[in-house]
């Protein structure tokens, strides 16, 4: 058993094959995936394609990226969005310094409103944070004195200290197609170092395609490969590194189990 547990599957590369992209990755072993929302003017079709597949869950929020070209992303009206039982977190939000496609201050905004939303609801924070340790651990550890909220750093590929600190205040680590890249020798050494039952799996498809299928459109399915390099580095076997990582899963994401229950 494995977990996607951040792709996008309402975005425009599985437009022509989403039904066997989905049904491929079951195939394997990938029994639950999160599809996550980036903009709110999407969500509703995001929430379409959860409810039209029993192992597909998603998301509500606004991606950094696009905090000043899309509607705002407040405490109420993610709250408002986040009735369905197929959504199980906000996000993803967070800081993104590198593009720098919105401004920092609108930024911090939003993220804190996923915060909010957040601690208000029980609902884990997915938080993307890229080129911002810094400030993501700033505004982690003050909203973190406000009251206490869960979440995850998805596709990590920041320092030890952002990854410190979030242990600290009980998130997870998501790990990505990026630990298997070449290049990826600093985050190895990291995730070697992380507590294993605070990581996570997951492709952030259709980007950052493992070895060895680089270059390629990146799917739920491949998750696999991230599983086997994240086994390696933590000296587990494989299957065993699926329930670990899956039972993490489950106990940041609890709203999944209760789905099903009328």
């Keep these: 058993m494995f977990i996607d547990s951040h792709c996008h ?8 094959d989403l039904n066997t992209t989905i049904e491929r990755a079951k195939d394997i072993g990938i029994d639950t995936m999160v599809t996550i929302c ?12 959860a409810e ?18 899309c509607e705002q992303a407040t405490f109420e009206n993610l709250l408002k969005l986040a009735k369905s039982k197929c959504v199980i977190g906000f996000g993803e939000t967070g800081l993104d310094f590198y593009y720098q496609n919105s401004s920092r201050l609108s930024q911090e905004t939003s993220f804190r409103a996923h915060i909010a939303a957040s601690r208000s609801s029980g609902f884990p924070v997915i938080v993307h944070s890229r080129n911002a340790d810094e400030d993501t651990i700033r505004i982690l550890r003050d909203e973190y004195r406000i009251g206490p909220f ?4 998805h596709c990590f590929s920041s320092g ?8 600290e205040l009980g998130f997870y680590i998501s790990i990505s197609g990026i630990i298997t890249f070449k290049t990826a020798d600093i985050l190895r050494d990291i995730v070697s170092f992380l507590p294993i039952e605070r990581l996570l799996i997951e492709t952030d498809s259709p980007y950052l395609a493992p070895v060895p299928n680089r ?11 991230i599983a086997k390099k994240v086994a390696e580095l933590k000296k587990v076997e494989l299957f065993e590194l699926g329930r670990i990582t899956s039972e993490n899963f489950h106990q940041l994401f609890k709203r999944v189990k209760s789905r099903n229950v009328v």
């Design 160 to 167: 030890l200290e952002l990854a410190n600190v979030a242990i």
């Design 215 to 225: 270059g390629k459109r990146n799917e739920p399915a491949f998750v696999l490969h």
């Design 52 to 69: 039209a597949n029993d192992q597909v869950f998603c998301s509500v929020g606004v991606h950094p990226h696009h905090v000043e070209e």
């Design 150 to 153: 869960s979440g995850v750093i």
């Design 38 to 49: 980036t903009k709110l003017e999407e969500f509703s079709e995001v929430l379409a394609i």
């Design 9 to 16: 599957l309402n975005f425009p590369e599985f437009k022509t």
